[in-house]
């Protein structure tokens, strides 16, 4: 059974990273559209702004919290996320809550262990607040899929993108749902290791295949390292679907290995579109939300290495 403490912990966590990843995708698809599609622009938005709450709110209750592990992996912000914020609402004329960073950045990591009946309170009426709003921006999400495969709507955002950021908003609601169910999820086995690395292996190879999309043709450099990168993650997924437990130690070093080397690619990709240094279609902040997601896949990574030994 999930302690109280643990109920917080991994709750709060979760939003950190992946509240602040659902209001992204909503300024994503906001700005991929074309004026025709104003209604569902301004869905988009609002969908923005109430993640955007939830994070805040998230944000008020870390306060305090032994969270260091997840402030220092790099999965809820970097270094660049605030220029990348100011750089995309000055590119798309969007509003970004930048202050949000700044509250992130300013976060104080302590020993905070109340476990109160309030603050139980407070984190399951955040739970309930993202499973509404996650099944929300995922209807939002499949109608515009949906218009997309029948030649009926425009976006500049690819359909494997959408289905990509589908699948996110899933596993997001399905992490709340387990903790609401008293499971821990982070709590690894052989089986729960395999699943987690194939999700994120396929959402890594997908991000290469995206960057690559994106890049001017003429970054024939760039573009060829996010190609070999596609195909050695195409590789790891054939691996991992087909490892004993014996070999998952082994494929899972492989995996972080690889990770790790996609995480040092797509930093030096942000700081490059940031200072105006690569050609590319990329929003500043695009580059550094899949940079957040490689360092998230990361910890995740060490912690399953951790039970493997």
């Given at each position: 059974?999930?302690?109280?403490?643990?109920?917080?912990?991994?709750?709060?966590?979760?939003?950190?990273?992946?509240?602040?990843?659902?209001?992204?995708?909503?300024?994503?698809?906001?700005?991929?559209?074309?004026?025709?599609?104003?209604?569902?622009?301004?869905?988009?938005?609002?969908?923005?702004?109430?993640?955007?709450?939830?994070?805040?709110?998230?944000?008020?209750?870390?306060?305090?919290?032994?969270?260091?592990?997840?402030?220092?992996?790099?999965?809820?912000?970097?270094?660049?996320?605030?220029?990348?914020?100011?750089?995309t609402q000055y590119y798309t004329g969007i509003?970004?809550?930048?202050?949000?960073?700044?509250m992130e950045q300013e976060l104080k990591c302590?020993?905070?262990?109340?476990?109160?009946?309030?603050?139980?309170?407070?984190?399951?009426?955040?739970?309930?607040?993202?499973?509404?709003?996650?099944?929300?921006?995922?209807?939002?999400?499949?109608?515009?899929?949906?218009?997309?495969?029948?030649?009926?709507?425009?976006?500049?955002?690819?359909?494997?993108?959408?289905?990509?950021?589908i699948r996110e908003a899933k596993l997001y609601?399905?992490?709340?749902?387990?903790?609401?169910?008293?499971?821990?999820?982070?709590?690894?086995?052989?089986?729960?290791?395999?699943?987690?690395?194939?999700?994120?292996?396929?959402?890594?190879?997908?991000?290469?295949?995206?960057?690559?999309?994106?890049?001017?043709?003429?970054?024939?450099?760039?573009?060829?390292?996010?190609?070999?990168?596609?195909?050695?993650?195409?590789?790891?997924?054939?691996?991992?679907?087909?490892?004993?437990?014996?070999?998952?130690?082994?494929?899972?070093?492989?995996?972080?290995?690889?990770?790790?080397?996609?995480?040092?690619?797509?930093?030096?990709?942000?700081?490059?579109?940031?200072?105006?240094?690569?050609?590319?279609?990329?929003?500043?902040?695009?580059?550094?939300?899949?940079?957040?997601?490689?360092?998230?896949?990361?910890?995740?990574?060490?912690?399953?290495?951790?039970?493997?030994?």
């Amino acid at each position: 059974m999930l302690s109280r403490q643990r109920y917080i912990t991994l709750s709060l966590e979760l939003h950190l990273f992946f509240a602040r990843i659902m209001k992204e995708h909503s300024i994503f698809l906001e700005a991929g559209f074309t004026p025709k599609n104003s209604k569902l622009s301004k869905e988009a938005d609002e969908y923005k702004i109430q993640f955007e709450k939830l994070l805040l709110d998230t944000i008020k209750i870390s306060e305090g919290r032994n969270i260091e592990a997840v402030l220092n992996s790099g999965e809820v912000f970097t270094k660049y996320t605030l220029n990348a914020e100011k750089k995309t609402q000055y590119y798309t004329g969007i509003n970004i809550n930048s202050k949000l960073t700044l509250m992130e950045q300013e976060l104080k990591c302590k020993d905070k262990n109340d476990t109160d009946n309030k603050t139980v309170k407070c984190v399951k009426q955040l739970n309930n607040r993202g499973i509404k709003l996650i099944d929300g921006l995922i209807d939002l999400k499949r109608r515009i899929l949906d218009g997309m495969l029948c030649c009926e709507l425009f976006t500049v955002n690819y359909p494997l993108l959408i289905e990509h950021i589908i699948r996110e908003a899933k596993l997001y609601c399905s992490y709340i749902k387990l903790l609401e169910n008293g499971e821990d999820i982070e709590d690894y086995n052989n089986s729960s290791i395999r699943k987690t690395e194939l999700f994120w292996d396929e959402i890594m190879m997908e991000h290469t295949l995206f960057i690559r999309g994106l890049l001017d043709p003429s970054e024939n450099k760039l573009i060829d390292t996010s190609d070999k990168f596609a195909d050695d993650y195409n590789e790891l997924i054939k691996k991992t679907s087909n490892m004993t437990d014996m070999k998952m130690s082994s494929i899972t070093n492989e995996t972080l290995i690889e990770t790790t080397k996609l995480k040092e690619f797509k930093e030096a990709g942000v700081g490059g579109i940031i200072d105006c240094k690569i050609k590319s279609i990329i929003l500043p902040l695009l580059a550094d939300h899949v940079l957040r997601e490689a360092n998230h896949y990361i910890r995740l990574l060490n912690n399953c290495k951790k039970l493997l030994v």
